[in-house]
């Protein structure tokens, strides 16, 4: 089974600073993803990436950036935590294309609270 | 812009009462339309992947359909376990990521 794992469930922050979230997935996936969900917002991607140091912003880059050093981690950074950031982050790998069906599997997903 | 509309938002069913939920769509060229599961405070589950207008696929009490233009997930006979959000999303020919729905919450009472 395709596993991809969020290093935690939790995580409470201070306005202001810097926060890392990790994903680890074990499938040799090439595409890795971040999404952050909102009630009555569904999810929205935030960035993604197609190959290890490649990245692309999503639809609301805006005070997030990430690192793709090695093919099964993509890491969520927040340069400046700030409260509009509170929600539940998700990570998510898929397939390339051309390489068979490019579903996405998620892990089990960050909620982070910014105080 | 690609969009994906669910509904509806909200969805309360009695144990056994079949129903449908909707997914419509506008893309510049689909490839794939995919349907989630999603329980509280969890990550999505995935369930299936449509590719072509006409396709079907069932698992269990669930059956995902897919027309040129929405795409439909039928609950037979549901049961509480079957309570959850589903999400549906879609990709477009040619890119990685996908678009999501904003999800129907189905809630099955005994």
């Known amino acids: 089974d395709v596993k991809v794992t969020q290093s935690s469930r939790y995580l409470v922050k201070r306005t202001g600073e810097k926060v890392f979230l990790e994903c680890v997935q074990d499938?040799?996936?090439?595409?890795m993803f971040w999404y952050r969900q909102d009630p009555g917002l569904g999810l929205r991607l935030i960035y993604f990436?197609?190959?290890?140091?490649?990245?692309e912003k999503g639809d609301i880059p805006e005070g997030y950036s990430v690192s793709r050093e090695k093919k099964e981690r993509f890491s969520l950074i927040l340069e400046s935590a700030s409260t509009n950031q509170t929600s539940m982050y998700l990570c998510?790998?898929?397939?390339?294309?051309?390489?068979?069906?490019?579903?996405?599997?998620f892990g089990q997903g960050t909620r982070l609270t910014v105080v | 812009e690609d969009q994906v509309t669910q509904s509806p938002e909200a969805l309360r069913l009695q144990e056994g009462e079949s129903s449908s939920l909707n997914c419509s769509y506008t893309?510049?060229?689909?490839?794939?339309l995919f349907w989630y599961r999603q329980d509280p405070g969890k990550g999505p589950e995935f369930l299936f992947t449509?590719?072509?207008a006409g396709e079907e696929k069932e698992k269990e009490r669930l059956k995902a359909t897919l027309t040129k233009k929405e795409s439909f997930l039928h609950i037979t006979a549901p049961k509480p376990e079957d309570s959850a959000t589903y999400l549906c999303?879609?990709?477009?020919?040619?890119?990685?990521?996908?678009?999501f729905g904003a999800g129907t919450t189905v809630t099955v009472r005994a």
């Open positions: 893309v510049s060229g689909l490839r794939g």
């Open positions: 998510a790998s898929s397939l390339d294309l051309g390489r068979g069906d490019t579903e996405a599997f």
């Open positions: 990436s197609y190959d290890v140091k490649m990245k």
């Open positions: 449509l590719y072509s």
């Open positions: 999303a879609v990709q477009v020919v040619n890119d990685y990521k996908l678009s």
């Open positions: 499938m040799d996936h090439e595409n």
